[in-house]
């Protein structure tokens, strides 16, 4: 069964100082990888994914990810966090066939202090 | 931009009732999805749905649900006899063709089961 694990329920940052969330995966094959944003009362937005090459993908709002295949990871980041990206970050893996479902973590809060 | 959407952004019903969540996913989308999440936290999955039929389906997805295509356009979650439990955000998304196209998922609509 494919899972995907956000071991950190809540990551607390300074704002200017650099965010990582973390992600892992247990998928068969090579699955397809995701980090979808969530703000309060909205729905998830889709900030970047990882599909094949280069293991560091670059993203929407100054996001990126690091792909590590040896450790099935796939962690969130961004060099200098700002107050507005506070909120829920989901990882979510896809298998490859084409009508696969996203399999989502449970999710991690982001909060950036002023 | 085009945009899923869902309505109504909140439905309040008691128990034992029906209710159906419409959702209109973007026009050329292939691949349409129903998520739910319940106060905030996993996002968990329902149903899967392509050419017109179901692709795969959740253990959450029981004889009590459906989804249905009627018209090309919309894409509704029926839910027969509503229980406290099914209470929740409901979330709609669509994929373009692709085996890593990202999913476009709606704005959700909360249901309170009283």
């Known amino acids: 069964a494919q899972s995907v694990a956000q071991p950190e329920d809540q990551v607390n940052v300074a704002e200017g100082n650099p965010l990582t969330v973390k992600c892992t995966y247990s998928?068969?094959?090579?699955?397809?990888l995701f980090w979808y944003v969530q703000y309060p009362n909205r729905g998830l937005q889709f900030l970047l994914k990882?599909?094949?090459?280069?293991?560091l993908v670059k993203g929407s709002y100054g996001f990126e990810a690091e792909f590590n295949k040896s450790q099935t990871s796939f962690h969130l980041k961004k060099p200098s966090a700002l107050v507005s990206d506070s909120a829920l970050y989901f990882c979510?893996?896809?298998?490859?066939?084409?009508?696969?479902?996203?399999?989502f973590g449970a999710g991690t809060q982001v909060v950036v202090t002023p | 931009e085009p945009e899923v959407t869902q309505t109504p952004s909140h439905q309040v019903t008691q128990m034992g009732q029906e209710v159906i969540l419409r959702c209109v996913p973007i026009?050329?989308?292939?691949?349409f999805y129903w998520y739910r999440q319940i106060l905030g936290q996993k996002v968990e999955f329902l149903v899967s749905?392509?050419?017109?039929?179901?692709?795969?389906k959740s253990e959450i997805f029981d004889d009590q649900f459906s989804v249905e295509r009627p018209d090309g356009s919309n894409f509704t979650l029926k839910i027969r006899s509503t229980k406290l439990e099914d209470s929740a955000m409901y979330f709609c998304?669509?994929?373009?063709?692709?085996?890593?196209?990202?999913?476009?998922f709606g704005q959700g609509t909360r249901l309170t089961v009283v």
């Open positions: 749905f392509y050419n017109n039929e179901i692709s795969e």
């Open positions: 998928v068969s094959g090579n699955p397809y």
């Open positions: 026009s050329n989308h292939l691949y």
């Open positions: 998304a669509s994929r373009n063709r692709g085996q890593n196209t990202e999913a476009f």
């Open positions: 990882y599909i094949t090459g280069d293991n």
């Open positions: 979510a893996a896809k298998t490859t066939d084409s009508w696969g479902k996203f399999q």
